[in-house]
C-alpha cells in the first residue's frame, strides 16, 4: 500500500512539479500548522472565551484536513467535498459569539487575521466544489493553498504557540486572495 502511495504521488510530482512535494512535506512536517510575516500574536488580547471557541474551532480545522489529505489520497471525492464543506461551515466563531464577543474580538485582533479565516473558508467551499466535482488536480492545489494559509496565519499570529514559525520568510502571497495577491504586485 504504501508503494503504491509513493509512486503516484511521484507521479504527481512529476506531473504538477515539485509543488506537490513541498505541500506533501510540510503537511508532514508542520503537522498541518499554519502561518504569514511576523506580526504580535493575538491569543494574550483574547478573552478567556474567545481564546477557547478560536481554539476548538482550529482542532475541528486541523482534523478536517487530515481527513481530507487521506481522503484525497484514497480518491474519496464524496469525503474531501464533505469534510471541505465542514470546514467552510465551522465559523464556530461566527456561530457562538455574542455582540460583547464580537466587539472584544474585533479590538483584540486585525483585520487582516479576520481576512486571512474569511479567505480559508472560501478556499474550503472551493475545496468542496471540486470534491463535487471530482477534480483531483483542483483539490491538490486548493488543499496546497488552505496550508498556505494556515501557515501564513500561525507564523504572524500565533508565534507564542508555534515557535517553530517565528521568523519564518513566508512568501507574501500565502493566506491572501489571488485578488489581493494581485494589488499587492501591482
Known amino acids: 500500500m504504501a508503494s503504491l502511495i509513493s509512486a503516484r504521488l511521484q507521479r504527481l510530482c512529476c506531473r504538477y512539479g515539485c509543488s506537490v512535494t513541498i ?5 508532514v ?8 510575516q511576523a506580526a504580535e500574536p493575538i491569543r494574550p488580547d483574547l478573552t ?3 481564546q477557547g471557541l478560536l481554539k476548538e474551532e482550529m482542532l475541528q480545522i486541523e482534523q478536517a484536513m ?5 481522503a484525497m489520497l484514497k480518491g474519496r471525492h464524496a469525503e474531501v ?8 461551515d465551522s465559523f464556530i466563531l461566527d456561530q457562538s459569539l455574542t455582540d460583547e464577543d464580537r466587539h472584544a474580538l474585533r479590538s483584540a485582533v486585525p483585520q487582516q487575521f479576520l481576512s486571512m479565516d474569511a479567505y480559508l473558508h472560501e478556499l474550503a467551499a472551493m475545496l468542496a466544489e471540486a470534491g463535487r466535482a471530482e477534480d483531483s488536480t483542483r483539490q491538490l ?9 494556515c501557515v501564513a496565519c500561525h507564523s504572524a499570529y500565533v508565534t507564542d504557540r ?4 517565528e521568523g519564518v520568510d513566508i512568501p507574501t502571497d500565502w493566506g491572501k ?3 489581493e495577491e494581485q494589488e499587492t504586485q501591482d
Open 177 to 179: 486572495p489571488v485578488a
Open 81 to 88: 467535498a464533505e469534510k471541505g464543506q465542514s470546514i467552510h
Open 66 to 70: 487530515q481527513e481530507i489529505y487521506s
Open 141 to 149: 492545489e486548493t488543499y496546497a493553498r488552505m496550508t498556505e494559509s
Open 23 to 27: 505541500v506533501i512535506g510540510m503537511i
Open 48 to 50: 478567556p472565551r474567545l
Open 162 to 165: 508555534f515557535e517553530g514559525l
Open 29 to 36: 512536517g508542520l503537522g498541518l500548522s499554519t502561518a504569514i
